[in-house]
């Protein structure tokens, strides 16, 4: 026969340590959650903290830069400290008086300098002036005296543009005494010659029959042959004189015997001026281009 008596849970039975279990129950469950907080959890959460970047260090970051961009910034603060290196610093006033004085003295001596080239700009304007003067003046000069004609005035001009050039005086005082007369021409030399030749080499009177007959007929000899006697000297003096060497002809006439050189006098005396006037023009013209003195007052 059942035992109708009623059974009941022991735990559930109230009692004496039934607030003492619910205690020890709730300290394992807090016992539990605490393991999960601190064991499952963290293990749960790591792969994505894994998964997060550290931030780069700064190191870092300027050794990602390119080099060439890097030594570019480098090099221009290098050039800008050199520039604030090199800037002067600010002058005091007394410096900056002291760098003023000096710049106008150095301006004083650039002007000095100036004004000097100037003048010699001129001098040298003036001297080629005058030598151009000297030079035409000298060529109408030559060419009077060359023809036969006097030649006072062409002189006289020259004189003038000439009084300050103490070196062509001499030459100037040479051509004065032939200046009136004229100077001989190198043709009225070449017919006088050969018109005195038959008498240098006839020393007879004149007026007796060998002179007449030698008058008549002419035989002696030309060109330039070998010998000193009168024919051939007189020969080798026509001869130059035909190619125009007036001083060659005057030696070779000077050579000849005291009675044909004194028949040739006249004529000699008309070469050797027109000797002297030739040199004495030469001579000029090498004094006019060698160093010609700048007129007073230009």
Sequence with gaps: MPDDTEHTDPAAAPGPFAGLRKTVFMLGVLAVAWLFVAQVLPRLLLPRQQEIPAPAHPAAIMKSEPDDALRHR???????????????AAETPAANEERMVHVEEA???????????????????????HRLSLLIAFGQLREAALSGAPFTD???????????????????????????????????????????????????????????????????????????????????????????DVETSLKEAAAASPAS???LLPWMDKAKALLAIRNALDALQRAIVKNPQPAPGE
Excluded: C, H
């Design 74 to 88: 480098l090099d221009a603060l290098e050039d800008r400290i050199k520039i604030l290196e090199a800037k002067p």
């Design 261 to 263: 050189a004194q028949a």
């Design 107 to 129: 301006l004083g001596r650039q002007q000095e300098a100036l004004q000097a080239m100037k003048a010699q700009l001129g001098g040298l304007q003036s001297a080629d002036t």
């Design 154 to 244: 062409p002189l006289s001009e020259f004189s003038q543009i000439a009084a300050p050039d103490a070196a062509l005086q001499p030459f100037l005082a040479t051509l004065q005494p032939f200046a009136a007369a004229g100077a001989p021409t190198l043709d009225s030399l070449k017919k006088q010659l050969d018109a005195l030749i038959p008498q240098a080499l006839s020393p007879q009177p004149s007026g007796t029959l060998a002179r007449n007959l030698q008058s008549l007929v002419r035989i002696r000899k030309t060109g330039e042959p070998a010998g000193n006697d009168d024919e051939a000297v007189l020969a080798r003096a026509e001869t130059a004189l035909a190619r125009g």
